[in-house]
């Protein structure tokens, strides 16, 4: 029983049987192969235009490098304090700038609220000698918390930015979870809505290493081809990244792997509702689940050898707070995750009422 994350699981079989089907013969290199132009192709299709397409192996590259495209050294990029780019890259996002400044703010469920975008730029003043130059709003689409913004809120986002002619960056590690839950468009959900710079996560949906950062204006991408090649992001078999994103686009496929996996996070999310026992921190949006565990319950689940996460309690919404012992515990389900796991996992979350 192993829900520590999605990145547990290996590839999808359809992944790897695209990485095997372009390991027959000689193809160019540095991704002016067949998968990576198939790959762009597809990419122009789901999102309804013209796309510029820059495909890396990491989530931290493709954030990092998203957002060194859309700030300079003295600029900053407002985001949640909780964010993957600003707690778990390392620095990458300031290094790949030359120095941007991150400035996190709080908000329940790790999403951003446009009334603390607005007080945020307030505070950084615009032309100011002595202060950073807030450049891009970053937000992340599951987020952390395995929230979602609903399309007005990003809309409302983009207004709070606009005053100051922000970009607004998408973290799409769990883009397919977020976009099967909204039941929109591709488009809808991005550019439609204001995103200017997508990062289209395909590893923790079913690819091994792939990733894809995606410029809705292709003019902004001018110098990316330089930063992603300075960052050791251009693969000279650039085709085993276009393979596997040639496995996980053709016929839906990625979207069948994403609603499988949220499939597999409300069963245990309505389980855990239903039982009474435990409460969510948040509510399910996507393919995690946030239980808050009594010390009873984390023992349970210890002993029947469930594997999870501690997950921070910082951004638990108003009024909901731990009782002494209490933690939340981060359940994810992957592509992968067998039905059968899940309600064994149940079962310990059911013991006491036998
Ligand atoms: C997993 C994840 C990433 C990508 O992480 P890498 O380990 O660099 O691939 C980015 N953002 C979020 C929200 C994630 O969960």
Redesign the pocket.
């Known amino acids: 029983m192993n829900f520590i994350?999605d990145?547990t699981a290996g590839a999808s079989p359809r992944v790897m049987a695209a990485i095997a089907a372009a390991n027959d013969g000689a193809a160019s290199a540095y991704g002016s192969d067949t998968w990576t132009k198939q790959a762009e192709r597809r990419f122009a299709e789901i999102f309804e235009r013209e796309v510029a397409v820059f495909l890396v192996t990491?989530?931290?590259?493709?954030?990092a490098l998203a957002l060194a495209s859309l700030t300079r050294p003295w600029g900053a990029v407002i985001t949640h304090e909780e964010?993957?780019?600003a707690d778990?890259?390392c620095g990458a996002p300031e290094f790949f700038s030359d120095g941007a400044k991150l400035i996190g703010l709080p908000g329940a469920g790790n999403k951003l609220s446009p009334d603390q975008v607005t007080q945020a730029l307030g505070r950084f003043r615009e032309g100011a000698l002595h202060q950073v130059q807030p450049q891009a709003l970053s937000i992340?689409q599951a987020?952390?918390c395995g929230t979602i913004y609903t399309l007005d809120e990003i809309r409302a986002l983009k207004d709070a930015a606009a005053p100051r002619g922000l970009s607004l960056h998408m973290?799409g590690?769990?883009f397919a979870n977020a976009l099967v839950t909204l039941g929109c468009s591709p488009a809808e959900m991005t550019w439609k809505a204001g995103i200017d710079v997508l990062?289209f996560?395909g590893?923790?949906n079913g690819a091994w290493a792939a990733?894809a950062v995606i410029f809705f204006d292709p003019a902004k991408a001018s110098e990316m081809k330089w930063r992603r090649k300075r960052a050791g992001q251009t693969l000279s078999k650039g085709r085993l990244i276009g393979a596997q994103f040639e496995g996980l686009l053709a016929d839906g496929h990625w979207l069948d792997l994403a609603r499988h996996a949220n499939a597999m996070a409300s069963k245990l999310a309505g389980a855990v509702q239903a039982g009474g026992e435990a409460r969510l921190a948040w509510p399910c949006q996507a393919n995690e689940v946030f239980p808050i565990l009594s010390p009873a319950l984390q023992q349970r689940l210890q002993v029947a050898g469930a594997a999870y996460l501690p997950w921070s309690d910082r951004a638990l919404p108003a009024g909901l707070s731990l009782a002494e012992g209490e933690i939340v515990g981060r359940f994810v389900m992957s592509f992968e995750t067998p039905a059968e796991v899940v309600e064994q996992l149940i079962g310990v979350f059911d013991a006491p009422r036998g």
Not at 58 to 63: D, I, Q, R, V
């Open positions: 994350s990145n990491s989530g931290t590259a493709a954030n964010s993957h780019v778990d890259e992340t987020t952390e973290d590690a769990r990062s996560g590893t923790k990733e």
